[in-house]
């Protein structure tokens, strides 16, 4: 079969980004764990041991709990996007498998209508930027560019589903096409290579942008810290040079 | 009191989320150090020729020795959730003392420098050159952080301002621009002993006149010992509890525990204070210099246990630091912590907070309580940012704020605590800490303590509340000085281990 310029473009942006995320990823991943925390701050009360530090992530990446303290409104939409996000993302995984795995055909359902929640969500927080004085004041325009990229993303996406669809079977092999390095002609529907094109824009502003909450949240010492330090010294390598 | 030269707020009884005034804090700043002061405690005299640079390539090392610079500058995502969370926005309505605002003081100069977006599209994600215009905000907006952590407790990502705002402070001082308040302090306490400079002679006559003083109060002869080899226990206690009111009350508290517990105790003039403006000024190296001096005092006298007077960052430091820094603690197996450790007596806790010891004699029976000798007064407890936020007290979470309310409890009759949402982990500071305890900063200090203001008004008129009980003497300081700006008595203000003074037996058991 012959291949257009189109597939080939795509194919190859595609590429591009998933190398760019990965490695950008990657390598923020690996800078965060090869800086050392040298002093003990999680924010307390805090877990004393480590499962209970488990807990405490768990709930943090799970319910917001943080969030929740704080402010329900942004915890609400938050929680609505990011939950939303999930099952989206989740239910997009039928277009990388075959045959489809059964937990993701069994949350299909789900995983087209979370779309609304996750647009609901991004709406809720991009009004918030308007609306709060406070949240208007420290909003940068690239805070309003990333909410209208995932917004643009969820509602091309969204077109496709509800009001006009994409040739799926086709999208389909070219998405395994590019997995297996046996690449399938790209329908050349203009909704479906918006979406394509912003995705691979999200994928690549990923490492580089604020969107670096999310492997940082797992690296932050406020709370990824066990409440012992009484009971075992805790001693970065530069500072044990200090002993020297 | 001198008329205020700002407009005082007017306290409610609860708070309010004030809509933003851009601008309103700015000229407020802080004296700065002179050459003298910074170049004592090994900084620059002054800004030089190429201190830009020179600030840019600070902040890079930074990066790499502190996890929590690097992944906090990185993950925020300006969600708004600390907006309203600083009680000096509360205070002050000044959008840039917004914790997330106050970050991006730091974070606008990161993108530019040390991120690819802002080195190529600075406008678009608000990164900004490093300038004296920035240089000036920072050093304003910095000295309007107490390092409390209250946002902290908020973020999402657990980002901690007081990270950022000491990691600037240390910036700062490297390029040579310090704030004087506290690297005066740093001085002193590193070449005599303690934050007063007061030396080890003018103490020993400070605590015998307090051993006069108790001995006339109650007939019994209570002993202040100071440098006393082979004593028990070591007390390190901020050195404002030696001269300062409502300080001193504590501090004849605790001598009068030892005595009644028949403890065997000592002060050292070597290590007379246990506050540490290290923390503050966000200096490793200064820290564990003022820490050294504890771990010092405790080989050469020898003692079995160390103990911390009412200090809220001190306890911070002593709890969460000390056996970092210098080996006060347990479970080192290093040769250089375990010469110590070696040294101490591990069924007890070391560090150990002064309420910890105390409320575990009172449940052991070993000391006895009268609750109605504080009858006269109606407590209310303020928790004090550094202990709630950055510390623990007992052996579960949050023993922090059970045992100082256990102790009041066992000291007397009446206690009602303030709102929740202003206690316990939600807290709000006194307004005074982080090195801000100072006259030049009184806007600041003032306006800063509205909401805590607000909280005690409100159990004042619901409940009679006569007595704020505290367990750290930058709160004491503090509120004996701007409570008064919002028609409190000062006389109010007053140590848990001055109600442990009032209630304690002194000879009742033999």
């Known amino acids: 079969m012959g291949m257009s310029g189109l597939t080939l473009?795509?194919?190859?942006?595609?590429?591009?980004?998933?190398?760019?995320?990965?490695?950008?990823?990657?390598?923020?991943?690996?800078?965060?764990?090869?800086?050392?925390?040298?002093?003990?701050?999680?924010?307390?009360?805090?877990?004393?041991?480590?499962?209970?530090?488990?807990?405490?992530?768990?709930?943090?990446?799970?319910?917001?709990?943080?969030?929740?303290?704080?402010?329900?409104?942004?915890?609400?939409?938050?929680?609505?996007?990011?939950?939303?996000?999930?099952?989206?993302?989740?239910?997009?995984?039928?277009?990388?498998?075959?045959?489809?795995?059964?937990?993701?055909?069994?949350?299909?359902?789900?995983?087209?209508?979370?779309?609304?929640?996750m647009v609901a969500g991004l709406l809720g927080l991009w009004a918030r930027r308007f609306l709060v004085d406070r949240v208007r004041y420290i909003s940068t325009p690239s805070d309003h560019l990333m909410l209208a990229l995932l917004l643009a993303i969820g509602l091309s996406g969204m077109s496709m589903s509800f009001l006009d669809h994409t040739d799926i079977i086709s999208l389909k092999a070219f998405a395994l096409g590019l997995m297996y390095f046996d690449w399938q002609p790209l329908p050349a529907d203009p909704l479906l290579l918006v979406h394509l094109f912003l995705v691979a824009s999200l994928m690549i502003v990923f490492p580089i942008s604020k969107l670096l909450h999310a492997p940082g949240v797992?690296?932050?010492?406020?709370?990824?810290?066990?409440?012992?330090?009484?009971?075992?010294?805790?001693?970065?390598?530069w500072a044990a040079q200090l002993e020297k | 009191m001198a008329a205020p030269e700002f407009e005082v707020p007017k306290l409610k009884g609860f708070i309010e989320i004030p809509q933003i005034r851009p601008g309103a804090m700015q000229g407020v700043k802080s004296f700065e150090a002179n050459e003298k002061i910074q170049q004592a405690i090994g900084y620059p005299g002054k800004l030089e020729e190429g201190w830009e640079q020179k600030a840019v390539n600070k902040m890079g090392e930074m990066l790499k020795k502190y996890r929590s610079l690097q992944v906090f500058l990185d993950a925020c995502v300006h969600c708004g959730a600390c907006t309203d969370k600083c009680h000096y926005y509360l205070g002050t309505s000044d959008p840039k003392n917004m914790p997330v605002a106050r970050q991006d003081l730091m974070r606008q100069v990161y993108r530019r420098y040390f991120t690819l977006p802002g080195k190529l599209f600075p406008k678009l994600v608000g990164a900004r050159d490093m300038t004296k215009e920035v240089l000036d905000d920072w050093y304003s907006y910095y000295h309007q952080c107490s390092e409390c952590r209250r946002c902290s407790v908020y973020c999402p990502y657990g980002i901690d301002t007081a990270e950022i705002t000491m990691a600037a402070r240390e910036v700062m001082d490297s390029v040579g621009l310090g704030q004087k308040y506290t690297n005066e302090i740093l001085g002193k306490v590193q070449r005599i002993g303690n934050n007063l400079g007061m030396p080890g002679p003018a103490l020993e006559d400070t605590l015998s006149?307090?051993?006069?003083?108790?001995?006339?109060?109650?007939?019994?002869?209570?002993?202040?010992?100071?440098?006393?080899?082979?004593?028990?226990?070591?007390?390190?206690?901020?050195?404002?509890?030696?001269?300062?009111?409502?300080?001193?009350?504590?501090?004849?508290?605790?001598?009068?525990?030892?005595?009644?517990?028949?403890?065997?105790?000592?002060?050292?003039?070597?290590?007379?204070?246990?506050?540490?403006?290290?923390?503050?000024?966000?200096?490793?190296?200064?820290?564990?210099?003022?820490?050294?001096?504890?771990?010092?005092?405790?080989?050469?006298?020898?003692?079995?246990?160390?103990?911390?007077?009412?200090?809220?960052?001190?306890?911070?430091?002593?709890?969460?630091?000390?056996?970092?820094?210098?080996?006060?603690?347990?479970?080192?197996?290093?040769?250089?912590?375990?010469?110590?450790?070696?040294?101490?007596?591990?069924?007890?806790?070391?560090?150990?907070?002064?309420?910890?010891?105390?409320?575990?004699?009172?449940?052991?029976?070993?000391?006895?309580?009268?609750?109605?000798?504080?009858?006269?007064?109606?407590?209310?407890?303020?928790?004090?940012?550094?202990?709630?936020?950055?510390?623990?007290?007992?052996?579960?979470?949050?023993?922090?704020f059970i045992i100082p309310r256990e102790l009041i409890r066992a000291s007397a009759n009446h206690f009602h605590d303030m709102a929740p949402g202003t206690t316990h982990e939600a807290t709000f500071c006194c307004g005074g800490g982080g090195g801000l305890l100072t006259d030049d900063l009184m806007e600041v200090r003032v306006k800063g303590a509205s909401p805590r203001a607000n909280a005690l008004k409100d159990v004042v008129d619901n409940h009679g509340v006569n007595f704020l009980a505290l367990i750290c003497a930058i709160c004491k300081s503090q509120f004996t000085k701007v409570l008064p700006y919002y028609g409190f008595n000062m006389s109010m203000v007053g140590g848990v281990h001055q109600l442990v003074s009032t209630a304690i037996q002194l000879g009742a058991k033999q």
């Not at chain 1, 929680?79 to 795995?101: C, E, I, K, N, S």
């Not at chain 2, 550094?386 to 623990?392: D, E, H, I, K, Q």
């Open chain 1, 218 to 237: 797992f690296f932050s010492p406020t709370r990824n810290q066990v409440d012992n330090p009484r009971e075992s010294r805790h001693l970065a390598p």
């Open chain 2, 209 to 400: 006149g307090f051993e006069e003083d108790v001995e006339a109060d109650t007939g019994v002869a209570v002993k202040f010992p100071i440098d006393v080899k082979g004593a028990e226990v070591l007390l390190v206690t901020p050195s404002a509890d030696f001269f300062a009111e409502p300080h001193v009350e504590s501090l004849i508290g605790y001598a009068k525990v030892f005595h009644a517990a028949g403890i065997s105790w000592t002060l050292s003039s070597h290590a007379s204070e246990a506050g540490n403006f290290g923390l503050f000024q966000g200096s490793y190296e200064n820290m564990r210099n003022v820490a050294m001096r504890i771990r010092d005092a405790a080989l050469e006298l020898g003692v079995k246990r160390i103990v911390v007077g009412e200090c809220g960052h001190a306890w911070r430091v002593a709890y969460s630091f000390w056996n970092t820094l210098t080996g006060v603690g347990a479970g080192a197996d290093d040769k250089y912590a375990q010469m110590l450790q070696k040294q101490l007596d591990h069924s007890y806790p070391q560090p150990a907070h002064i309420c910890e010891v105390t409320l575990d004699l009172v449940k052991r029976g070993a000391i006895v309580l009268d609750k109605e000798a504080n009858d006269d007064r109606i407590i209310t407890f303020h928790d004090s940012c550094n202990v709630s936020r950055g510390s623990r007290m007992g052996n579960i979470p949050g023993g922090q």
């Open chain 1, 9 to 117: 473009l795509y194919a190859l942006l595609f590429y591009l980004a998933t190398l760019l995320l990965v490695v950008g990823v990657g390598y923020r991943i690996y800078v965060y764990s090869r800086t050392p925390a040298p002093l003990k701050i999680p924010t307390t009360p805090a877990p004393i041991t480590r499962s209970g530090v488990v807990m405490r992530m768990a709930r943090e990446l799970f319910l917001f709990e943080s969030l929740f303290k704080s402010n329900k409104w942004i915890w609400i939409f938050g929680w609505m996007f990011h939950f939303g996000l999930f099952l989206v993302l989740a239910r997009h995984l039928r277009y990388f498998t075959q045959p489809v795995w059964g937990w993701v055909v069994l949350i299909q359902p789900f995983g087209k209508y979370a779309s609304f929640l």
